[in-house]
């Protein structure tokens, strides 16, 4: 046995020795898996837009095991309760439920790994808490897409339009392949393979009478009101003082050459002390090229487990 096959055998063997998290919220409760020694050093793993706390498994089996990871499901996505039916989703918000999840676990500091969405609103959380973040290692997301001032009026009011209307519903597919076929022909989720997104996946599906149905808040995927514009984004990017890693997918977000992004990247190279690396794989390498990006993680944030050497016998030198 080898290849994918082998790393989702790896998957539900530490699945089942994995602790369940529930954090609560005054809104219900953050969810989530919990790994590893709880007095280790923590770990909170912040996943992508749409995904859910399962994306990083694949990841955790070539982690080392002395410390404690804590992986969410965010607001909205997988088993995490939804906002009320009168809130609505920015990335900023998220900043406030990460700090209600870091209060609720009472972590004084931790590391951040954040993928895509999650390492877009961990870089905001790690600028405006600084104190609190050791390390922080953005995969394949770091830079929230802003728009430009002459967008913000117009961008408003469609996505105001977006949500009254509300006409978004969640279908119901035949079956989980059919599901993980079409998510896997998505722009996002191209080269993760069926085999893996169906292992995510079943994080954030129920099973009804007629076929399969994603639980996720389906207000997840309206607009949001009001979006960064670069004089909000770019002077966060410069307040960083926490030692940061960039991991770029070769097929990821980059190929996309969106202008925001473009922009947002080279005020970053101009003015941010951040350590970037491009390794191969899609937008969801963190799963399909477990040793490249585990390996980055392992050398910026010292997991190394240290072998203790025997002791030497003690000589004492009397003399000729």
Known sequence: MGGTAQL?????????????????????????????????????????????????????????????????????????????????????????????????????????????????????????????????????????????????????????????????NHKIYDNLDVLSEKITNTVFYKGIGLELAQFMLERSIQTLPEGRQFTYDKRLRYPALLRMTKDVLFPLIKSWKTPILYIIAEDGFKQFHHPSYEEGIGFLEKFSKIEKVTLPGPHHHHMTHTDEVSSAIVDFLELKESKSEPAKPSFDFKGL
């Open 8 to 168: 989702l055998k790896n998957c539900h063997s530490l699945l089942s020795t994995a602790e369940r998290l529930h954090v609560k919220v005054p809104w219900g409760y953050v969810r989530g898996i919990q790994v590893g020694p709880k007095d280790a050093p923590p770990i909170l793993m912040v996943h992508g837009w749409l995904d859910n706390c399962y994306s990083f498994v694949p990841l955790l089996t070539k982690l080392p095991k002395n410390r404690r990871y804590i992986a969410l499901d965010l607001p909205g996505h997988g088993h995490s309760s939804h906002k009320p039916k009168t809130a609505y989703t920015h990335t900023i918000d998220y900043i406030v439920d990460l700090e209600h999840v870091r209060r609720g676990l009472k972590l004084e500091q931790f590391s951040l790994i954040g993928h895509s969405l999650g390492g877009m609103l961990s870089g905001i959380y790690t600028a405006t808490y600084p104190d609190k973040v050791e390390r922080f290692v953005a995969v394949d997301g770091l830079l929230p897409f802003h728009q430009p001032d002459s967008q913000v009026v117009d961008n408003l009011r469609k996505a105001a339009d977006i949500i009254v209307d509300d006409t978004f």
